[in-house]
């Protein structure tokens, strides 16, 4: 049985716990130090969604993590991103990287709202080698690889595609219209998207397409909608939590991924918020963090997700201060304040917009 009130939110416990994580990570994480730039994107986020960001860091040391995330932009032949670390940097006598050392996309996307998280006002971005990466990795089938010789290609890259886009407000780096057909091939018979076509519908993947499409200005049709809205409601378990596929536990992670679709299909009112944040409430750690599940270690992205997923869908006011978290923006996965900076210092300045958006389809 649900609580009749929830107990506090830990907003300075959970900044803390990523706050450590910046500078080393437990034994039980270890293994995720190869993304490095992903899991800084999470504890920043979870600093700057829980408005702890000034509050737990000084300057020096967001000086200091600006430095580290431009030292992850690599340039060459296919084009300039940024790699997930420096772990297996190798000295070279040239700037270009080498086929081990390539930018990646989804770490691209997240070193960009990192930056725009520290408030840099990137100077320092290769603007023109980002869109010429940004066509290396699309495939023939409209899909976007991790990297431009191979890697994953599914729907999660692709949107990082299109997130990197909209951030550029340039979308001459892809085919428009060859990405959304692959969106569209990977819907499913439940209203769902699978990671590419024929898979099973997934919560991540489904939020991936749903916010890509929205940010090309695209939006289903009446009946998709209403097939997919029911799917995603039917993920919301009775103990508040959502799950990621169909017959499956709930996971903190997913009341933003299955949360945030709904946000953006303009129904996020059918979501239970009174009963999700009481899920989020008991999956948090004493010691800071929150877990995938009631009882399980924290880590920095079940942290993020969680607060973000509150941040998107509160629940209602008079559960106390504790609960109010920054407002964010459900299409880039930021706070509105970090992706308006992005917006507003990422681009270019060009001469004629309506040239490269004809030229992407759009």
């Known amino acids: 049985m649900l609580p009749t009130s929830l107990p506090p939110l830990s907003k300075g416990g959970h900044a803390t716990h990523c706050k450590r994580c910046l500078s080393g990570l437990p034994s039980s994480q270890v293994d995720i130090d190869p993304a490095k730039l992903a899991l800084s994107f999470y504890c920043l986020g979870s600093l700057d969604v829980s408005g702890e960001l000034e509050k737990k860091t000084r300057g020096w040391e967001r000086e200091q993590w600006k ?3 431009w030292s992850q932009q690599t340039s060459g032949h296919y084009g300039t991103g940024f790699r997930a670390s420096s772990y297996m940097t190798a000295k070279h006598s040239t700037e270009e990287h080498s086929v081990h ?4 996309i989804i770490m691209t996307y997240t ?3 990192s930056l725009a998280i520290l408030r840099d006002n990137f100077s320092r971005l290769d603007r023109k080698g980002l869109l010429k990466f940004l066509r290396s990795c699309q495939n023939t089938d409209g899909s976007f690889s991790s990297e431009p010789l191979g890697g994953d290609s599914d729907l999660r890259t692709t949107f990082c595609a299109f997130a990197i886009s909209t ?5 001459s780096g892809m085919d428009v219209a060859s990405a959304l057909q692959f969106i569209c091939s990977c819907r499913t018979y439940e209203g769902g998207y699978g990671q590419s076509p024929f898979g099973e519908a997934l919560g991540g993947t489904t939020y991936c397409a749903l ?3 929205r940010l090309a200005t695209k939006q289903l049709d009446p009946l998709d909608r209403q097939k997919t809205v029911r799917w995603l409601v039917q993920n919301q378990a009775s103990n508040g939590g959502f799950s990621g596929r169909t017959n499956k536990d709930a996971d903190a992670c997913y009341c933003f991924w299955c949360g945030a679709s709904l946000h953006v299909l303009d129904a996020g009112d059918l979501v239970d918020k009174a009963k999700m944040a009481s899920f989020v409430a ?4 004493k010691f800071g963090g929150i877990a995938k599940i009631p009882g399980e270690h924290p880590d920095p992205y079940h942290t993020y997700l969680s607060l973000a997923a509150v941040a998107l869908l509160p629940p209602d006011s008079s559960e106390g201060t504790s609960w109010a978290l920054c407002p964010l923006d459900p299409l880039l996965n930021a706070t509105y ?4 900076w992005a917006r507003a210092h990422i681009p270019a300045l060009k001469v004629d917009d309506d040239d490269a958006l004809g030229d992407a389809g759009i």
Do not use: G
Not at 101 to 104: F, G
């Open 101 to 104: 050392d390539s930018p990646q």
């Open 337 to 340: 304040q970090t992706s308006s």
């Open 211 to 213: 916010a890509a499409l």
């Open 167 to 171: 951030m550029l407000d340039d979308w």
């Open 67 to 69: 430095e580290w995330i």
């Open 111 to 113: 070193a960009l709202l």
């Open 282 to 285: 008991f999956c948090q750690f």
